[in-house]
């Protein structure tokens, strides 16, 4: 079956930076497009970044863009997120999610939590 | 960016009540949205794509219809298991966005 599971959230200072990962397993990685969505503690999901299958294109929400950067080894099947810049307002929970093929996000992580905290 | 306005912001209903969500486009997204369904604490389910289409394993008491700006997410006999907050979310281009969510509860 499907898998993600997320690591790398922790507690960072703001200004800092942060490498987020997940891992996936159950399907075929290298054929499948995926996502970056975050959820602020209370608040609703923000998109945050897109890869797609083959790693040749990425975009990004605009409150991320130029900060954050989503990258893909398909030899591992893990994704990534590097997370440059961080403001106390990017203070979330942090999902990846498996695209279906035309933006659907069909499986979802467990979740990792990254707070940004003086 | 597209804009989704979701409505209500919470709703309180009883067991087997039918419920209507609706979500509203900013501009035509044509059938692409989907809706979600987050339980406390757990991350988002699909319930339905493309406008209307059910996600296999979802129960049939879950629809949804609409398309170009207007779009609307039913539950058509509300059960004790439904108490969660519901997204909808479109795919028509980037950045991506979702609707501010609708938190059901029980009356």
């Known amino acids: 079956q499907v898998q993600l599971v997320e690591s790398g959230g922790s507690v960072v200072q703001p200004g800092r930076s942060l490498r987020l990962s997940c891992a996936a397993s159950?399907?075929?990685?290298?054929?499948?497009?995926m996502h970056w969505v975050r959820q602020a503690p209370g608040k609703g999901l923000e998109w945050v970044a897109v890869i797609w299958y083959d790693g040749s294109d990425q975009d990004y929400g605009d409150s991320v863009k130029g900060r954050f950067t989503i990258s893909r080894d398909n030899s591992k099947n893990t994704v990534y997120l590097e997370m440059n810049s961080l403001r106390v307002e990017d203070t979330a929970v942090y999902y990846c999610?498996?695209?279906?093929?035309?933006?659907?996000?069909?499986?979802w992580g467990q979740g990792t939590l990254v707070t940004v905290s003086s | 960016d597209i804009q989704m306005t979701q409505s209500p912001s919470s709703l309180s209903a009883s067991v087997g009540d039918r419920v209507t969500i609706t979500c509203q486009a900013s501009?035509?997204?044509?059938?692409?949205l989907n809706w979600y369904q987050q339980k406390p604490g757990k991350a988002p389910k699909l319930l339905i794509y493309d406008a209307s289409n059910l996600e296999t394993g979802v129960p049939s008491r879950f629809s949804g219809g609409g398309s170009g700006t207007d779009f609307t997410f039913t539950i058509s006999s509300l059960q004790p298991e439904d108490i969660a907050t519901y997204y909808c979310?479109?795919?028509?281009?980037?950045?991506?966005?979702f609707g501010r969510g609708t938190r059901l509860e029980i009356k």
């Open positions: 999610a498996k695209d279906r093929g035309t933006h659907i996000f069909d499986y």
């Open positions: 979310q479109h795919y028509d281009g980037f950045p991506i966005t």
């Open positions: 159950g399907f075929i990685f290298s054929s499948y497009g």
């Open positions: 501009q035509d997204i044509s059938k692409y």
